[in-house]
Structures are given as C-alpha cells and as structure tokens.
C-alpha cells in the first residue's frame, strides 16, 4: 500500500534573493524578499500563507510573517532545528500540515548575512547541541580522511565535485562565483581543516530563498507546472550531538532518513534524474552519494569522475552550483533548484526530460534529510 | 567582517560533568558508568541510554588508545588558536571503550596510520581547568 503521505503536497511555489556577497539588507529583509516571490510565483498572496516555517537561529520568526504579510490566521508555526537538514525536513513537516488540512500553503523560508553578518563559527555556537559537546569542525575533515584512509578517496575526487558544480554555477548565473575553476587551482587553494582546502568548503554568502508547500490538489490548480513530492524523512544519528561517539563517523542520519524517503516515494536510485545534494563540503557529497546507493560505500570518489555529474552525466548534480559555488542558504536552494529543473525552468542548465529528482539535507552533528520530487503535471 | 574575540574558549562544567573535569585536573580520565549495567558513556549525561538507569559512578580510565583518525587544523574555528595551526586534532578509540577528541602533538601528520597507538596527557589550562591531549605512546 502505497504511503498516506505520497504525493499528497507539493511544492507550489519557489523564490530566491539573488545571491551575494555584500549587502545592506538584514536577513530578515531578506528572507520576506524571497518568501514574496516565492508566493507570487505560486499565483498566491500572502494572505494565503497559513503555515510558517522560519529557518532557525537565525532570521525571521511567526511574529515578523505576521506582521509584515499581514496574515490574517496563521495556523501552524514550527522551528525545525536540524541546521542543514533543516529546509528539507521541514518539506515532511509541511506536507503533513497540508495533507491532513490543518494548512493550505506552508511557507519555508531563509534569510541569511553570512557574510556581512555574523559569520558561520556565530551560528553555530547557538546551536543547543553546542553545550553538549563543543566538537565540530574537526569530527567532520576527520571523517573525510578516514574514508581516504580506507578507501583510498583523493583530492582530485573532491575538486571534481569543486570544478564540476563550478560549471553549473556559470549557468546559473545568480551565484557568487561566477568564475571557472580548475582541478589545479583547487589543489593550489590554501588548506583550512586538512584534507579539506578552501575549495572544498561551502561559501559564506548573503541571500534568501523561500518554498510553498501546498496540498497537490490545491496546487494542481495554481500557477505553476504540479511538482509533488514522492517522498520526504528527516533522519538523526547514533550520537547525535558528539559526532566523536557515534559508532561510525561515516553513518549520518541520511541513512535512516534515505530508507524511509525512498519507501514513501516507492522508488531507486536508479530512477533519479537529477539530484541535489547537500555540499556543505566536497566529501559530504561523496558520502551521500554512497549512503543514497548511488554507488558502494568506498566507491563515491571513482563515482563522481569522468563526467557523470556533468548536465549531461548518468547523474546531475547541483545544477545550481549548490553551496560551494552558488550561495549558502542552508540548502534551500537545493530544493528551488529541483523544483525549477522539474519544472524545466532551468535554463542553460536544464537536465534534458528530467522527471524524478532528489534532494538533500545535511546538518550540524549528522541530522539528515531527503525529498524525492516528481514532475506530475 | 567581525572577527570572533581571540579569547581561549574554555569547558563550562555541569552538574553532570563536572567529576570529567575535576579528574582531568588531577590528572585522571574519569569515565561515567551505568551503576545498574555497567556499561560506560561518554559524554556524561543523567540517564543511560541502555538501561534508562538515572544511577551513575565515575571511575578512573586507562589513558591508552589507537588513531581512529585526525585532522590538521591550519584555520581554526577559533582564532585564538591560530598562532598553533596547524596542528593535529586526534580521535582516538581508547581502551576505555569511548572516543576521544583531542589535539595530538610532537608527530607529523604525515607519518600518522589508523590503530597507531597513543597516549592521553594533561595540559593545565588555568587554576581550574586541565585538557586532555595526546602524544604518540
């Protein structure tokens, strides 16, 4: 029997600020830019928003929705604190508000100063799982060089993840870099947390990005090509909070959450068209990739070379430019990015008769997420 | 662009970790156990997670452990440490049955292997607060 969840939402409506480095905006300014295209690229008005789910720390709460779109009857109000895995898990919380009627259209949005404002280290040390276990940076490059250890994954894997969603950022155009990079200028870049280089690492950047979720039927109706969502899960670790306890380091919540996504959507790996994935940093994408069954724990490295991740690869990925080249609004992005491709609106970057696509999310200590998008119209 | 105050970030002992910290101070690994199963966790928490037990003891642990893995830090997350990088950050499984996360000093990270095994030390940090860190055994 098919999940009660399966393609009862979808994702009606996306907006993005452009990205930037350097603003005068706040986040908050930000963040209700975006949330209004996202509103009237869905053919609603704000009025009909009566779900809000702010990312958090950061940026707007119900509060500021209420009072500067004027919503009349907000009916649902959730903090999803799971950093990176945020904006995807929120999509579960979303379609379940929408599917069981108790919202119409869910609104979840990002504004971010992360480079004129507080910086990432900031952030972080808001996090409640802060005061559990002070460990961050480390756990995560120290995972990365384990896997090298004992599979032998290189650098030159990683700048292929660097250089090649370079290329897609280019056809983007709203990103923050916009030059070409290559496979020696990432190995030239200065080391930050060996193995990863600077090239390796997700961008501080200014932006907003905004979604609506809406019931499918409802959206069916709206401006929009319909793109539901198949399958959605959040996912947490072993350990949660001290990456350094969790039995293996390599086993984030994606795991938990992949199965469970990829049983609600009732489909593969292999019917992935286009994919999305959280790049927080170059490995973190060779590990998803892995832990998605694209390819054997140990094999992501070879996975990702000789153009499969390309446009016009086996499996595109981060058409956008994802975080490492595009900008970092916590992987919201992602997912607008999925839903143009799904739309085919994207342009010069559009994945050739894309139907079925993933996204994901990675977040903090290991939280993980994963939506499985299909065009429905 | 605001940089963060390069003041070293210090532990802030709770009700639950404070035997961790004063052990360390004395130049000991205390480790909680589960008074009911005996099993050990590490952070110290008020419940074990196997048994739901609320009873727990601290008991010294041997300092012996093997590289899990590490990485060399040459941009520090906090920038009083910069005038160190780069240095190793070390995980280490030790005897005890937990990791640890520490720094490891006096090797070069290119002569370091997974199971290499090492040693906890203590670097007092201030009247009140010692930190472990690692050398290679």
């Known amino acids: ?377 | 662009m605001s940089a963060p105050a390069p003041e070293r970030p210090l532990p802030t002992p709770t009700r639950e970790s404070k035997p961790y910290w004063e052990g360390l101070r004395a130049g000991k690994l205390m480790l909680q156990h589960c008074v009911r199963c005996g099993k050990v966790r590490h952070y110290p928490r008020p419940v074990c997670p196997h048994c739901f037990s609320m009873e727990s003891e601290f008991k010294p642990a041997a300092l012996t452990g093997k590289l899990h893995t590490w990485t060399v830090c040459h941009h520090p997350f906090n920038f009083f440490f910069k005038a160190q990088a780069p240095y190793i950050v070390a995980l280490v499984d030790m005897d005890a049955g937990v990791r640890i996360n520490a720094p490891l000093r006096g090797v070069d990270s290119a002569q370091l292997k997974i199971g290499q095994p090492v040693q906890l030390q203590f670097e007092p940090v201030t009247a009140d607060v010692t930190v472990p860190y690692f050398a290679i055994a």
């Open chain 1, 1 to 377: 029997m098919a999940h009660a969840l399966r393609e009862k939402a979808a994702v009606s409506g996306i907006g993005e600020t452009a990205y930037t480095r350097g603003t005068e905006k706040s986040g908050l300014a930000l963040q209700l830019e975006a949330s209004l295209k996202a509103i009237a690229d869905a053919g609603l008005s704000p009025r009909d928003i009566d779900g809000v789910v702010p990312y958090f720390p950061g940026g707007g709460i119900a509060e500021d929705f209420i009072a500067n779109l004027g919503l009349t009857d907000l009916a649902l109000s959730l903090f999803v604190p799971m950093g990176g895995a945020t904006c995807v898990a929120a999509i579960q919380s979303a379609a379940m508000a929408v599917a069981t009627g108790v919202c119409k259209h869910v609104l979840i949005s990002v504004g971010r100063t992360g480079y004129s404002g507080a910086r990432v280290s900031t952030r972080l040390q808001q996090f409640p799982q802060f005061a559990l276990a002070a460990e961050f940076e480390a756990p995560i490059a120290q995972g990365a060089r384990r896997h090298m250890e004992l599979y032998g994954t290189t650098p030159r894997h990683f700048a292929e993840i660097a250089v090649t969603t370079r290329q897609h950022a280019i056809l983007n155009g709203n990103v923050v870099m916009n030059k070409p990079l290559t496979v020696e200028e990432h190995h030239a870049s200065r080391m930050i947390a060996d193995p990863f280089r600077l090239f390796d690492c997700s961008l501080e950047s200014d932006g907003g990005a905004a979604i609506v979720i809406s019931a499918a039927d409802r959206a069916r109706a709206l401006k929009k090509p319909l793109v539901t969502i198949m399958g959605v899960a959040e996912g947490h670790p072993e350990s949660p909070a001290s990456i350094a306890q969790r039995p293996d380091l390599l086993d984030f919540g994606l795991v938990k959450a992949a199965r469970r996504g990829y049983a609600m959507a009732g489909v593969g790996p292999k019917d992935i068209d286009v994919a999305e994935i959280y790049d927080c940093f170059t490995f973190t994408v060779i590990r998803q990739l892995e832990i998605l069954g694209f390819c054997k724990t140990g094999e992501g490295g070879p996975f990702v070379m000789d153009g499969r991740i390309g446009i016009n690869g086996d499996l595109p990925l981060n058409t956008h430019g994802g975080l490492l080249s595009q900008g970092h609004v916590v992987g919201l992005n992602h997912v607008i990015e999925l839903t143009r491709q799904l739309r085919r609106e994207a342009g010069r970057a559009q994945v050739k008769d894309a139907e079925v696509g993933l996204v994901t999310g990675y977040g903090d200590m290991g939280d993980g997420s994963l939506a499985i998008l299909r065009r429905a119209a």
